[in-house]
């Protein structure tokens, strides 16, 4: 089976950076992706690391290494509206996603 | 402008009573999922198709129901609503390839009286 665990809340203040983790236990799968979801909203898109390393887009950055099953998202200039969930996901060869347990951030002025 | 949407946005009904929650998408999307969500908490898949007359049951026991008779239409029908079915639900679809993502839906928040 597959678990992906993410710690459950991260604060932080207006321009810092904030690194949020994600452990998996699977047995394998395509790539890593990130999601992120304001309360009362939908999830959105942010990020897919098909490969080991970091992908950057803008002030969010990925990372995957298969190795450690691990990987994080990395905000950076946080702004009050990265306040949100945040949720990895893995495609366990199936071509459909299971999620994390997703993490809540709040930023702080 | 390419979308999905998701009808009704909230919903209250009474225990047993049959409901469709609908879900239609202008991109030409061969896959789509419904997903279940608690509040803060994680995405459960409970349904996926992969195309016209494909439907599977997903991670997650559902006692609700899909269909898959058009591409751009995956409607969810819960047969004999009860207070566990409490929950928000989410449809959501995607291209080929996990690279572009999977584009959800506002979804339907559902309350089982």
């Known amino acids: 089976g597959q678990s992906l665990e993410q710690p459950s809340e991260v604060t932080a203040v207006e321009g810092a950076i904030v690194q949020i983790n994600c452990t998996y236990q699977t047995s394998g799968f395509y790539g890593l992706s990130w999601y992120q979801q304001h309360d009362g909203g939908a999830p959105t898109f942010l990020s897919y690391n098909a490969l080991d390393g970091l992908e950057e887009t803008g002030r969010f950055s990925s990372f995957l290494s298969r190795s450690d099953s691990y990987g994080y998202l990395l905000l950076q200039e946080l702004q009050m509206k990265d306040s949100a969930s945040y949720f990895c996901a893995v495609d366990p060869n199936t071509d459909k996603l299971i999620f994390g347990t997703g993490t809540r951030l709040q930023v702080f002025p | 402008e390419a979308d999905i949407y998701q009808t009704p946005r909230y919903l209250v009904i009474g225990t047993g009573k049959k409901i469709t929650l609908e879900c239609s998408q202008t991109m030409g999307h061969d896959k789509m999922y419904w997903y279940q969500q608690d509040p803060g908490m994680e995405l459960h898949l409970i349904h996926y198709?992969?195309?016209?007359?494909?439907?599977e049951k997903g991670d997650l026991s559902s006692e609700s129901t899909v269909s898959r008779i058009r591409t751009e239409h995956f409607p969810l029908t819960l047969e004999s609503a009860r207070p566990s079915h409490t929950s928000q639900y989410l449809c959501?679809?995607?291209?080929?390839?996990?690279?572009?993502?999977?584009?959800f839906g506002s979804g339907t928040r559902l309350t089982v009286v």
């Open positions: 959501a679809s995607s291209e080929q390839g996990l690279h572009y993502g999977y584009t």
């Open positions: 198709s992969y195309g016209v007359n494909s439907t």
